[in-house]
């Protein structure tokens, strides 16, 4: 591989494509791992839901892979556009709650939308990372703990009310406050991302 990319790509996507498996295999352990890490979990905000997610982007990939138009920034970007729209399918399917634990990347990811193969994924992503992390600075401590825990961490609900000391409808009340309160924090900083739709 080189910059994020298998050598030889186009040639590899070619053999897959014509139903050779390594090459698909190939394909496969190149660009799962970041589309698991840095497009779907992020999305979904659950491991489980993001490896399910991840299985059938590639068992989809695998069977329309005949009609993939090559281009110069090669195959991740169509891989990536596959991943997005099956986590947007699982969220649509899964309810408003699961929605809010995937709202905080969902609505962020604009941030990496150039973002052309695994290497500037991981820059970018990194970087947005860190304004968030500028932005909960300015937020009530109790609400930056909030998003941290429950959005950032990944941590259950259960286990969330236990660490901030109280009951799981209070701390959907205080989760959904804490989501206005870093809207309200983007906007005024002028921050090109925010949570929407967290209600």
Not at 25 to 35: G, N, S
Not at 78 to 94: P, Q, Y
Not at 105 to 125: C, D, F, I, Y
Request: with cysteine.
């Amino acid at each position: 591989m080189t910059g994020g990319r298998i050598d030889n790509e186009r040639e590899v996507v070619a053999r897959a494509a014509a139903g050779d498996v390594r090459a698909f295999e190939t394909i496969y352990r190149t660009y799962a791992p970041v589309l698991y890490s840095y497009v779907l979990v992020p999305m979904l905000g659950d491991r489980d839901d993001a490896s399910d997610c991840l299985r059938n982007t590639f068992l989809s990939a695998h069977k329309h892979l005949a009609n993939f138009t090559w281009q110069a920034s090669g195959i991740y970007p169509w891989l990536k556009t596959m991943a997005k729209n099956k986590a947007r399918d699982h969220l649509r399917a899964a309810g408003r709650r699961r929605r809010l634990r995937g709202a905080f990347a969902e609505h962020t990811e604009n941030v990496s939308e150039a973002a052309k193969n695994p290497a500037e994924e991981r820059l970018q992503r990194e970087a947005m990372r860190k304004r968030i992390e500028e932005v909960l600075d300015t937020l009530n401590p109790r609400y930056a703990e909030v998003l941290r825990l429950r959005l950032l961490e990944d941590r259950g609900r259960d286990e969330c009310a236990e660490l901030l000391e109280v009951k799981v409808g209070t701390l959907d009340v205080l989760l959904y406050r804490a989501c206005k309160s870093f809207r309200k924090a983007c906007e005024k900083q002028g921050v090109a991302f925010q949570l929407g739709g967290a209600a």
